[in-house]
C-alpha cells in the first residue's frame, strides 16, 4: 500500500521572509502544503486538511470573531517521526527560523477548529 501523502497546514500571520524558504524545503521533499488564511482558523482540522468525512467549509459552531492568531503554526499530516525529524533538518539547513507552534494531526484534534488546535499547542509550549 501507497504511504498516504504528507501534507502540511501552514499559518503565518506576518508573511514572514522565511515562508518562501519554507515552501521550497515542503516542494523538495513532495510533501503537499495548504497555506491557511486567518479567515479559516475557525474550520476544522479535519476539514483543512482534506480528510475523509469533513466537508469542506464546516464549522465546528459558527463562531462571530474568532481572536486573529499572532504566530506562526505548522500542523502535519500523514508524517512519520522519521519524515518529521528529516523536515525540521531541512528547514535548519535552509535557514529558516524555528517554527515554536507544531502539531501533528490525530484522531482527536483533527475534530478541533484550527483556533482551538492553536490554544493547545499554546498551552504545551508555556514555560
Known amino acids: 500500500m501507497a504511504p498516504l501523502r504528507e501534507m502540511v497546514l501552514y499559518y503565518n500571520p506576518d508573511q514572514s521572509p522565511y515562508a518562501s524558504k519554507l515552501k521550497g524545503v515542503l516542494v523538495r521533499m513532495g510533501i503537499r502544503i495548504k497555506n ?15 480528510m475523509p468525512g469533513y466537508a469542506e467549509g464546516e464549522e465546528q459552531r459558527k463562531q462571530e470573531s474568532i481572536p486573529q492568531i499572532p504566530e506562526e503554526i505548522l500542523v502535519m499530516k500523514n508524517f512519520t517521526g522519521h519524515r518529521i525529524d528529516a523536515l525540521l533538518l531541512n528547514l535548519r539547513k535552509a535557514g529558516v527560523p524555528k517554527i515554536a507552534l507544531k502539531a501533528v494531526i490525530t484522531e482527536q484534534n483533527s475534530r478541533w477548529t484550527f483556533y482551538q488546535l492553536y490554544e493547545e499547542i499554546k498551552k504545551e509550549h508555556l514555560p
Do not use: D, F, M, S
Open 36 to 50: 491557511i488564511a486567518p479567515e479559516q482558523t475557525g474550520e476544522l482540522v479535519g476539514t483543512l486538511a482534506g
